[in-house]
C-alpha cells in the first residue's frame, strides 16, 4: 500500500515541486551520480577502482519533442566514446521514451540504432531498458530488430510480468543478453503477478532458463536468497564466474553484497544514473523500500 501511495504521489505536481526543488540535497545523491555528465563520469571512474563495471543512464524518460529525443541519443553517443577515450568501464543503458517512443516509434528506433552503432564501434555495448507494461511490445519489437543488426544490444525482462517467460521463450533463439529485473512500476493484477512470492519464484524460472541457454544473462536485484540460489545454481551447472552473466545492483543499494561478489571473483556491474529529470527515479527507489523514505525525509531536517 505505501508502495503504490508513493508511486501515486510521484504524479502530484505539488509533491513534484517540493521534491525536485530540495530533493538533490536531501538525499537523492545517495542514489543518483549528480545532475551533469561530469559529476557521473567521477562516480563512474571511482566505482571502477573499486572493482565494480558501471552501466550509465541519463535519466529522462517520456520526452515530447524530436529534439529532445535526437539529443538525448548524442549525448549517449557521446558518452561512449568519452568511455573509450578515458578507458572507462561502463555500458549505457536507457529507456526507449527517452529517445522517442512516445513521439514516434521509428524515430526510437533509428536513434537507438545509431548508439548501438557507436556502442559497436567503440567494443562496447548497450541495453534497452523495460519500462510500464504498455511498452513491452514497442520494446520487444525494436530489440529484435536492434540485435538482428547488432551484437552488442541487450534488454530488459521483468519477472513481475506473467508474460515474461513467454516473452525469454521467443527470445532465446536470438542468444539474447538479458537483464532479468523485478519491475519497477505499478502494474494491476492483469498483467502482474501480486504477490512478492509469485514474483520471486518466477525470477528465480527465468534466470535459470537464461543461464541454460546461449547468450548473456544480468541478474538484477539486490535480493540477497535469489542471489544465494543463482550462486549455487551456476556452480551446480558448471558455468565459469565471468563471460556468461553477470550480477547488476543500482548505485546506493545493496553495496555489502556486491562488494562480497566482486571479491568472490564475479563480474558485478553498477547502474549509475544522473541528469536533472531526476524526480521519477528517485520516487521508484522510495517506493522499493519505504524505509527509504525515512532516510530521504530526515534529509529535509538536517540540511544546512
Ligand atoms: C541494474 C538494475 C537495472 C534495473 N532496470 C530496470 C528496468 O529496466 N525496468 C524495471 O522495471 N526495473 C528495473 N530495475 C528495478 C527492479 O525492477 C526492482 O524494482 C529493484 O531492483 C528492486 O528489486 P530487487 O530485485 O532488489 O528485490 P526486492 O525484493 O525489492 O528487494 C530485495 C532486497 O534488496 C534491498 N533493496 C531493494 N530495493 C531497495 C531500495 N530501493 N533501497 C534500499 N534497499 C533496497 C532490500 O534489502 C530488499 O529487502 C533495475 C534494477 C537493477 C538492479
Given at each position: 500500500m505505501i508502495r503504490a501511495a508513493i508511486l501515486m504521489a510521484a504524479d502530484s505536481a505539488l509533491v513534484q515541486r517540493a521534491v525536485r526543488r530540495y530533493g538533490m540535497q536531501m538525499g537523492a545523491k545517495r542514489f543518483v551520480a549528480g545532475e551533469t555528465a561530469s559529476d557521473f563520469l567521477d562516480a563512474a571512474s571511482a566505482v571502477n577502482t573499486r572493482g565494480f563495471a558501471v552501466a550509465c543512464g541519463i535519466l529522462g524518460e517520456g520526452v515530447r519533442s524530436r529534439e529532445e529525443a535526437t539529443e538525448a541519443a548524442e549525448e549517449y553517443c557521446a558518452l561512449l566514446r568519452t568511455f573509450a577515450e578515458r578507458g572507462i568501464d561502463a555500458n549505457v543503458a536507457f529507456k526507449l521514451t527517452h529517445v522517442g517512443l512516445d513521439i514516434d516509434p521509428e524515430l526510437a528506433y533509428e536513434n537507438a540504432a545509431r548508439i548501438a552503432q557507436t556502442a559497436q564501434d567503440t567494443g562496447n555495448t548497450m541495453r534497452l531498458d523495460m519500462e510500464q507494461s504498455r511498452y513491452v511490445d514497442a520494446t520487444l519489437q525494436i530489440h529484435r530488430r536492434l540485435r538482428e543488426r547488432f551484437g552488442c544490444v541487450g534488454f530488459v525482462l521483468q519477472?513481475?510480468?506473467?508474460r515474461s517467460m513467454d516473452d525469454l521463450q521467443n527470445a532465446l533463439p536470438l542468444q539474447p543478453n538479458v537483464r532479468l529485473v523485478k519491475g519497477a512500476y505499478l502494474e494491476p493484477p492483469t498483467v502482474a503477478f501480486p504477490s512478492k512470492a509469485d514474483v520471486d519464484a518466477n525470477y528465480i524460472r527465468l534466470a535459470e532458463t537464461a543461464l541454460t541457454h546461449p547468450g548473456y544473462t544480468a541478474i538484477a536485484t539486490h535480493d540477497p536468497k535469489i542471489i544465494a540460489h543463482l550462486r549455487d545454481f551456476i556452480d551446480r551447472a558448471g558455468?565459469?564466474?565471468?563471460?556468461r552473466f553477470e550480477f547488476q545492483m543500482l548505485y546506493g543499494i545493496g553495496s555489502p553484497l556486491a562488494q562480497q561478489l566482486v571479491e568472490s571473483g564475479y563480474r558485478v556491474r553498477l547502474a549509475i544514473p544522473f541528469g536533472n529529470y531526476w524526480f521519477p527515479y528517485l520516487m521508484r527507489r522510495l517506493a522499493e523500500r519505504p524505509a527509504n523514505l525515512a532516510f530521504f525525509l530526515k534529509g529535509a531536517f538536517t540540511r544546512g
Open positions: 519477472s513481475y510480468l506473467h558455468l565459469p564466474k565471468r563471460g
